[in-house]
């Protein structure tokens, strides 16, 4: 493994490994997450994944929900969670999965609805077998013998749980693939569907209305944009929005501040800066009635948190 761009003067900064390639399993991308005995604080800005983290360290990972309720250990996130959620511990040592609404489904078990806006332990998902993977990715010798272990498990799980309908899928792809610029009825009429039965099946399995995914999508991405150092006013042309002022209200809608204090926020938490992860998975961006619709190294790298990846900010 090796040491990148790594800050050991920044008590903001947390130690980040990323496996050497892609996960296999469609939908999922992995980082493990440690922090040493300052203080981490973070706020929570959300994005468009289901985020699953594991505890394996010699303490657990805080989060405080927006309802004041303290979570510790392993967790699950729903899609778009944030805004005056923290992210708290020191001396942690945890296994980070962002899986996309669509691969959630399967790989949890349950609709990424059933998670609601809030945070749930994994332990009530899973039941023992949460407790059973923890202690053996804790054993494992290496980030990438516990990257292996990950893959395996979750590959399994996606292989054995309920898929998302094709038709749901696909609409998901093209709000992703489109960074949430197309339009909710442009999916429905693509698909034979009506507005209706668009939105009830895709909130039961995506766990958020269309439209409300589109925002989060297109937000997430302005997002990213801001963290890298966008200027407010391109970025928000470049992402759909009708001013900055239409980007600004977002920001505070989802994130709880202003534009400047997320960013800045973002770059004091992380110390250098990366692409989002992938949203898509390629093969869905078929429109399964037939249609067309456009698609708008060995061993693990250390890395510093990037503002795209860390569990607290990007």
Wanted: glycine share 10%; net charge positive; with cysteine.
């Amino acid at each position: 493994m090796r040491l990148i761009a790594h800050e050991r003067g920044d008590a903001a900064v947390w130690d980040v490994v990323r496996p050497a390639r892609p996960s296999r399993v469609a939908g999922v991308t992995m980082a493990g997450f440690l922090r040493g005995a300052a203080p981490a604080d973070h706020r929570v800005v959300p994005h468009a994944a289901v985020m699953l983290a594991l505890d394996l360290g010699p303490a657990p990972l805080i989060v405080d929900d927006a309802d004041g309720r303290r979570h510790r250990g392993g967790l699950v996130a729903g899609p778009g969670l944030g805004g005056a959620v923290r992210v708290r511990g020191e001396n942690v040592e945890c296994l980070h999965v962002r899986l996309t609404p669509v691969a959630a489904r399967a790989v949890l078990g349950v609709d990424p609805a059933d998670l609601g806006s809030g945070v749930v332990a994994l332990d009530d998902l899973w039941g023992r077998q949460a407790s059973r993977i923890r202690e053996r990715l804790a054993d494992a010798s290496s980030w990438e013998e516990r990257f292996a272990l990950a893959e395996a498990l979750l590959a399994q799980r996606r292989t054995a749980g309920a898929p998302v309908e094709p038709e749901v899928a696909w609409a998901w792809q093209r709000i992703a693939a489109s960074g949430g610029r197309v339009r909710v009825d442009r999916l429905a009429a693509e698909l034979g569907w009506s507005r209706k039965r668009l939105w009830s099946r895709f909130h039961a399995q995506i766990g958020l209305p269309p439209k409300r995914a589109a925002r989060l999508v297109r937000f997430d991405r302005a997002a990213h944009r801001l963290a890298e150092g966008g200027d407010p006013a391109r970025v928000a042309a470049d992402g759909g929005y009708t001013d900055q002022s239409h980007l600004h209200r977002d920001v505070v809608a989802f994130a709880g501040t202003t534009p400047a204090a997320m960013a800045d926020e973002s770059r004091r938490a992380t110390a250098a800066l990366t692409a989002p992860a992938a949203l898509t998975d390629p093969a869905a961006l078929t429109n399964p009635t037939g249609s067309a619709g456009s698609a708008g190294s060995a061993g693990s790298r250390w890395i510093s948190a990037r503002p795209s990846w860390t569990m607290c900010t990007r």
